[in-house]
């Protein structure tokens, strides 16, 4: 809406002219500067997963001018001193030397390294948001189904890249993935011995999943990132209850130019933070980790925070080994690996489903539930992210255990207790809570804010003074409904008391013009 | 709904675009209504333009955008000119040793300006606006739907689907195979496991004519009795060809030279299949490297508590009890190793693994000596 | 009054001991300069060794009898006993403050603040060393380190010693409270007399299964990775521990940045 002067708009127009002579875009270029987008801070959260994608896929072209996905041996004469004259695969080579003698390639490789965590953990976040809010209600379980696929082949993805480099702890990795395929029943040794190629870890297990790695699994992320984006962009983003907004409505501001803005800082902002971690932590030396012997090991092995919970389940299951004589075997490793990674993908796809049937709630929703409002679905949702927490701690409990002096075994067991105990305890304070915080907004509707003033009234009780929301109707009474959004607990947020200051070193605010209603309050004459 | 919202459009007034009075902003404005949106609060962000407030957030708005500039000058000066190359050993005193951080910590920065840059623009600069677009949601209209069917319909009948069942059936027939000799190719990935899981480097029949394999370390030197002290532990290969790579990923073992006290224990608790073969020398133990769980070395040895410990999992063994786990999630000892020296004076393996190393798998045999212990 | 007594009690042992010990070199003095009288030269100096002996029976009588027993034979379920363990091993153990350790637990905790000085614990293993010989640091060991093998000792570090302190040397933990201790800030001579001697858990790496060249090439590459080289790869490392650490600093630093970012771009509507 900037006024620009004659000349620059004619061009404008002249060139847009063109554009549309051939192509058509007066229309749909409209439709797409006009749309309608909710405000909102956790709405920005898969976007932190989108950029990221975005930056792994240029970081990643990079370390692949560089890397040979190769199981050749080979004798390593680069600079890393500590390496020298030790045989290694040419895998292990290039990626030393990627991060050694490439001009900015361990930055790079830091680079990929960081966003993929970020990519992962910022899918967390967004699957949160988007359950705990009720998100995935119809008509968008479509989406919620494919965020969830999005994530467990950005699981996968995420693995064999930490795998390539073929070092002493991805080596440590592809060991125990094949300790989990072979338990699996039936096709357990066969479909071990087509990954490796035969036995473990054979020359061709690196080659194999570099494909995977930097083609078909991209592949597919770009593929359902790219329908994941356009479902809602076609469906609408959700937004919260609040005055004036509906079912059947969005309330917000317009694509262009303030989201798209918005979004490109935040794209650069992401990116930014991300280029600055790869800068100041190191990130998977691979250099102090040697190349991978069957032989070695090292203390505090650990997958990366993603595949760490799964790592927990492992550490935590009893040692429950069926055998049907002669012939057969269900490895321990089986129900953790195989069965918990198979209802951890299962469960959350049917998951909108499930609810669905159990609520009989077949309605479209495109207002969003606050947690509190949904007290079993939140407590549910409590209780798996403590069933993951503890997991993902577990996985890590030998370092737990090291630095914090803490016994190893105590750690295991109280790893297998608390995932036990511990998400049913979760489930009941969380509805507790949730239904704790639901009556506190039934009472401030019903009775009003509560003003901190106390009185004594002829008899000598004494009471708080109740500010009421809404004018007394023609009963006297000041009860209003609840809309499902925010209500206020503080009189400085209905105008009777002055609000807080903001800004972030000095007040940005002019002083507030309500100090009389203040003082009106505060002397008890309302 | 959408019937609804279509039906509150045509009812408006449309303006005559053909009129030469419109302002450009009710041109806009009749874009936005075609597209349902109706414009709830819309103001300049400054009331009056070009005041002080404004001048001076767009000067904080072009300032960010030149420290990023400066900062992306750094980054690529460092880029080119800092000192790179790994040359051994440095400190912090070292500037190679700062070359990620100083092109991490600009580039970053870099970025960061131009986003804060962009994104006060967008919150400090434009207007405050707030609209309201209608969704048009649950499905097409009526009419839409109708068409639609008639026209699938059309083309079915085209076609002849429901006329010409046998053609159907016989495509699908065809269809059947035709996917199978889709997928048939990744067949090639397949290969028989045979004894991968059973045989290992210490087969003497395979690996070394029969012969008995000798013991050696990484670097190829033959273990003696004389080459460990009670107390100490080394991981020994097969002395075959290639016996300590990666080729041989089941026969990695455990030399465990036990104090007296300790082997005597051993002695006293050995399964009888170990017994049979007279699996341990003197106070020598020999155990696979491969934990039973995962297949993790089990390698740390705590020579106090006799335990050896996995780090991936935690599975702990008890040393002086045939290596049997004693916690965490491994169900099944570490094999022994039978071992004895010979007329040289070295070690050798009298045989191969009793049972299967490493991790179980799905058609892992169920060995009854095993279930004698 | 009982504590006094038993003071006076323990001085009077400790007196004793000493009576004895005094008594047993002068019988074996004497018979030493009868029999060997061409030796008298070297008298000045055996007498220099006899007494830092004397002054580390000193010590382990006040400091370590309560738990390695008399004359370091060890008392079941509270000490080991020290004949045969060397100069080395108690040099490692009471200079890294490990012994005189301050209660019975799973794992003798190392202590920047050790109970001896350098001097009495070279005293306390030369009474050690005196009881039954053992293993002893080799006096060249700073040549050895010199002219390491920084590659072959990482070789050897992975294989024998990475599995419990860890690719990077930080540590580990062991079974029930044990730990293997990290590596970082310790001495060449500490690495040394570890492997030599096996203190605690550790398994022994005696010179027949680790050659003193190459446990030298082992100090090389530790030295090298733990205390020379500084990490390239940024200004924080991360403890190097590996994922658990990484996994927490993308929530707590960059999860957490952009969190406050979408509150600062959006706002709470």
Redesign the interface.
């Given at each position: 809406m900037k006024r620009r002067n004659g000349s620059s708009d004619s061009l404008l127009t002249k060139a847009g002219g063109e554009l549309d002579d051939r192509f058509k875009l007066a229309g749909p270029a409209r439709v797409l500067f006009n749309k309608v987008f909710?405000?909102?801070?956790?709405?920005?959260?898969g976007e932190?997963a989108l950029f990221s994608f975005i930056l792994l896929l240029l970081s990643g072209t990079f370390l692949a001018l560089f890397f040979e996905p190769s199981m050749v041996e080979v004798t390593y004469h680069g600079a890393y001193?500590?390496?020298?004259?030790?045989e290694m695969s040419r895998a292990y080579e290039s990626a030393l030397d990627l991060?050694?003698e490439v001009r900015g390639g361990?930055f790079m490789r830091?680079m990929h390294?960081?966003a993929t965590?970020?990519f992962m953990?910022?899918i967390l976040?967004h699957m949160l948001r988007i359950f705990f809010t009720g998100a995935f209600r119809a008509p968008r379980e479509t989406n919620w189904m494919i965020g969830i696929l999005l994530f467990w082949v950005g699981f996968f993805e995420g693995f064999f890249g930490y795998s390539l480099p073929d070092d002493?702890?991805s080596g440590t990795g592809l060991r125990i993935m094949e300790g989990m395929t072979a338990s699996v029943p039936f096709i357990g040794p066969w479909a071990s011995a087509a990954l490796f190629r035969g036995q473990f870890p054979g020359t061709d297990v690196i080659s194999m999943i570099y494909i995977i790695h930097v083609f078909i699994f991209p592949l597919i992320l770009l593929a359902l990132i790219t329908v994941h984006v356009a479902l809602v962009f076609i469906q609408k983003h959700t937004q919260?209850p609040?005055p004036g907004r509906t079912e059947h409505n969005v309330v917000g501001f317009r694509m262009f130019p303030n989201y798209v803005m918005?979004q490109v800082?935040?794209m650069l902002?992401?990116w930014g933070?991300?280029a600055a971690?790869?800068?100041?932590?190191?990130?998977?030396?691979i250099w102090?980790?040697?190349p991978y012997?069957v032989?070695?090991?090292?203390?505090?092995?650990?997958?990366?925070?993603y595949v760490?919970y799964l790592d927990g389940l492992i550490r935590l299951f009893p040692a429950w080994e069926f055998r049907v004589p002669p012939y057969f075997t269900l490895p321990a490793v089986f129900w953790p690996a195989i069965a918990g990674m198979g209802l951890s993908v299962l469960l959350p796809l049917v998951y909108p489903a499930l609810e669905r049937r159990f609520t009989k709630d077949r309605g479209h929703h495109n207002l969003l539930q606050r947690p509190r409002d949904n007290p079993g679905r939140t407590s549910l949702g409590v209780m798996v992210v403590v069933f993951w927490t503890v997991g993902?701690v577990s996985?890590?409990n030998?370092?737990f255990?090291?630095?914090f002096?803490?016994?190893?075994?105590?750690m295991t067991w109280a790893g297998r207790i608390g995932i036990v105990i511990l998400p049913i305890i979760a489930y009941y304070l969380t509805y507790r809570i949730c239904l704790g915080l639901q009556q506190h907004d039934r009472e401030v509707l019903a009775h009003g804010l509560e003003t901190g003033i106390l009185m004594r009234d002829p008899n000598g009780r004494f009471y708080e003074v109740h500010q009421p929301l809404a004018e007394p109707d023609e009963h006297g009474h000041t009860e209003l409904e609840y809309n499902g959004w925010v209500v206020p607990k503080k009189m400085n947020r209905v105008g009777a008391l002055p609000p807080t200051d903001r800004g972030f070193f000095k007040s940005i605010e002019e002083p507030s013009e309500n100090g009389a209603a203040r003082d009106e309050i505060e002397s008890g004459k309302h | 709904m959408s019937a609804h919202t279509d039906s509150a459009r045509d009812e408006g007034a449309a303006v005559d675009l053909s009129d030469p009075k419109l302002t450009r902003f009710e041109v806009y404005k009749e874009g936005l209504r075609r597209d349902d949106i109706e414009i709830i609060h819309y103001e300049p962000r400054f009331a009056k333009p070009g005041t002080k407030a404004e001048k001076r957030m767009e000067r904080i708005v072009a300032g960010l955008f030149l420290l990023s500039g400066l900062f992306a000058t750094l980054f690529v000066v460092a880029f080119i000119w800092w000192p790179w190359e790994?040359e051994?050993?440095?400190?912090?005193r070292?500037p190679?040793?700062w070359?990620?951080?100083v092109i991490?910590f600009t580039l970053g920065f870099s970025l960061l300006f131009f986003a804060v840059g962009v994104?006060t623009w967008a919150?400090k600069l434009l207007p405050i606006e707030e609209l309201v677009q209608d969704r048009h949601d649950g499905g097409s209209s009526k009419e839409d739907r109708r068409i639609a069917e008639s026209t699938v319909d059309t083309i079915v009948d085209d076609m002849g689907l429901r006329r010409r069942p046998f053609l159907v059936k016989s495509a699908l027939l065809a269809a059947a195979p035709l996917g199978l000799a889709a997928v048939a190719p990744l067949g090639a990935l397949i290969k028989d496991p045979a004894d991968m899981y059973t045989v290992t480097g210490w087969n003497a029949e395979r690996y070394n004519d029969g012969e008995p394999i000798r013991l050696m370390m990484?670097d190829g030197a033959l273990v003696r009795p004389?080459?460990?002290?009670?107390?100490?532990?080394?991981?020994v290969y097969p002395a075959i060809d290639h016996g300590a790579t990666n080729q041989f990923p089941t026969a990695p073992t455990l030399l465990i030279h036990l104090r007296e006290a300790d082997a005597a224990k051993l002695r006293e608790n050995l399964y009888p299949m170990y017994q049979d073969v007279d699996a341990i020398w003197g106070n020598f133990v020999a155990y696979s490297k491969i934990c039973t769980h995962v297949g993790c070395?089990a390698?740390?040895?705590?020579?106090?508590?006799q335990?050896l410990?996995c780090?991936c999992h935690?599975s702990?063994f008890n040393v002086v009890d045939n290596a049997a786990p004693v916690?965490g999630p491994a169900t099944r000892h570490l094999p022994m190793l039978p071992i004895t020296v010979d007329d040289e004076g070295y070690f050798v393996a009298t045989s191969d693994f009793l049972v299967p190393p490493g991790p179980a798998f799905w058609n892992r045999p169920s060995l009854p000596e095993e279930d004698e212990k | 009054m009982a504590a006094s007594a038993k003071r006076r009690r323990g001085w009077r042992k400790r007196l004793g001991a000493l009576a004895r010990f005094t008594g047993a070199l002068v019988i074996v003095g004497g018979l030493y300069s009868v029999f060997s009288p061409s030796l008298y030269a070297q008298e000045a100096e055996d007498n220099a060794i006899d007494s830092e002996v004397v002054k580390g029976q000193e010590l382990y009588d006040t400091s370590c009898i309560s738990c390695h027993g008399d004359d370091g034979e060890g008392i079941e379920g509270r000490g080991p006993s020290l004949i045969g363990v060397g100069s080395a091993a108690v040099e490692f153990q009471v200079n890294t403050g490990r012994m005189p350790m301050a209660a019975q637990g799973?794992q003798a905790?190392d202590s920047d603040y050790p109970v001896f000085t350098e001097e009495e614990a070279a005293w306390l293993g030369a009474y050690i060393e005196y009881l039954g010989g053992g293993a002893t640091v080799p006096d060249d060991l700073e040549a050895l380190v010199e002219n390491a093998?920084?590659?072959?000792?990482?070789?050897l570090y992975?294989?024998?010693c990475?599995?419990?302190?860890?690719?990077?040397g930080?540590?580990?933990?062991?079974?029930?409270?044990?730990?293997?201790p990290a590596l970082t800030g310790v001495s060449d001579e500490e690495i040394y007399q570890a492997m030599l001697t096996?203190p605690?858990?550790?398994?022994?790496?005696?010179d027949?299964?680790l050659t003193p060249e190459q446990k030298a090439d082992i100090i090389a590459?530790v030295q090298?990775?733990v205390n020379?080289?500084?990490?390239?790869?940024?200004?924080?490392?991360?403890g190097?521990?590996?994922?658990?650490?990484?996994?927490?600093?993308?929530?707590l630093?960059?999860?957490t940045?952009?969190?406050l970012?979408?509150?600062?771009?959006?706002?709470?509507?």
């Open positions: 909710p405000d909102h801070w956790s709405f920005l959260l932190i001193v500590p390496l020298q004259g030790i991060s050694f361990l830091q390294h960081w965590l970020l953990a910022s976040i002493g702890l919260w609040g918005k800082g935040f902002f992401i933070v991300i971690m790869a800068g100041l932590f190191q990130i998977n030396p102090l980790f040697g012997e032989s070695v090991v090292s203390s505090a092995s650990q997958p990366d925070f760490m993902a996985g890590g030998d370092v255990a090291e630095k002096d803490i016994s190893l075994n105590a | 790994y051994g050993a440095a400190t912090w070292d190679q040793t070359y990620t951080p991490g994104l919150k990484k004389d080459m460990v002290s009670a107390g100490g532990q080394i991981t070395p390698s740390l040895y705590e020579q106090q508590s335990r410990l780090p935690q702990q916690f | 799973a905790p093998n920084v590659g072959e000792g990482g070789d992975r294989v024998n990475g599995s419990c302190h860890g690719y990077a930080g540590g580990g933990a062991l079974s029930s409270g044990a730990h293997a096996g605690q858990n550790m398994p022994v790496f005696a027949n299964e590459y090298y990775i020379d080289d500084r990490d390239p790869g940024g200004v924080f490392t991360l190097r521990y590996g994922p658990s650490t990484e996994g927490l600093a993308i929530f630093v960059g999860m940045a952009l969190l970012t979408t509150l600062w771009i959006a706002g709470k509507s």
